[in-house]
């Protein structure tokens, strides 16, 4: 199976903040990364699909870079309702497989 | 618009069985899989297997081999997840999630999701 690493695993920010989420692959697997945003009590939602697609809908201050066996989600102006867990997940094969998640804090 | 729509909370006795339904709607049911994942608590996000709505087949996770199975009814375009031998550790919300993009493309993702069923297990 494909180990998904994310760092950190917790970040405190402020509104207005920019933060960066790593994501790192125990192999390599080209472009085939999605980040979610998952708020308690509701759905997971995909915020960004093969790395650096952003979904429709999905704010311009979130993008995604990378390949291979590392990946980056940045939010660049951090707003309050970007306070919530983040996960990057590979599509390269199954088992598909997530990161641990990013709980993002205010700080 | 797309829709997956789930059945309700569970509360079921170690040992048992749980099934829970996924009905979809708002696009073509035999051009997409459907994906079931879950999330126990304090945990993150798990994928458990995966149907082919056209023909009903399907790929598994390894570690659930043997106890789930998924099937498909195309008349009502429904997706079901059955899980047995239920043990505490299965206690979880459980989500299925439509791949975003048509069976056979690249880079594909879950989405959408439904609004996912709590299941407890609990003696």
């Known amino acids: 199976d494909i180990q998904m690493t994310q760092s950190p695993s917790s970040l405190s920010a402020s509104v207005g903040d920019r933060v960066t989420i790593t994501c790192r692959a125990s192999?390599?697997?080209?472009?085939?990364l999605n980040w979610y945003q998952h708020k308690p009590g509701k759905a997971p939602k995909l915020l960004i699909h093969?790395?650096?697609n952003l979904q429709s809908g999905v704010p311009s201050r979130f993008s995604g870079s990378g390949s291979g066996t590392d990946s980056t989600l940045t939010i660049s102006s951090l707003q309050p309702e970007d306070f919530a867990t983040y996960y990057c997940?590979?599509?390269?094969?199954?088992?598909?497989?997530f990161g641990q998640g990013t709980k993002l804090e205010i700080q | 618009q797309v829709q997956l729509v789930q059945s309700g909370t569970e509360v079921k006795k170690p040992g048992a069985s749980v099934k829970v339904s996924c009905k979809t709607s708002?696009?073509?049911?035999?051009?997409?899989?459907i994906n079931w994942l879950r999330q126990a608590p304090g945990q993150g996000l798990e994928w458990m297997g995966m149907?082919?709505?056209?023909?009903?087949?399907?790929t598994y996770a390894q570690k659930f081999q043997g106890r789930v199975t998924m099937t498909r009814d195309t008349s009502t375009s429904t997706v079901y997840m059955e899980l047995s031998s239920l043990r505490s550790e299965d206690t979880a919300v459980y989500y299925c999630?439509?791949?975003?993009?048509?069976?056979?493309?690249?880079?594909?993702?879950?989405?959408?999701w439904g609004q996912g069923t709590l299941v407890t297990v609990s003696s």
């Open positions: 149907i082919d709505p056209t023909g009903g087949s399907t």
């Open positions: 997940q590979q599509s390269y094969n199954t088992p598909y497989t």
């Open positions: 093969a790395a650096s």
């Open positions: 192999q390599t697997i080209s472009k085939y």
């Open positions: 999630a439509r791949d975003y993009l048509i069976i056979g493309a690249a880079y594909n993702g879950f989405d959408p």
């Open positions: 708002g696009y073509t049911f035999s051009n997409y899989y």
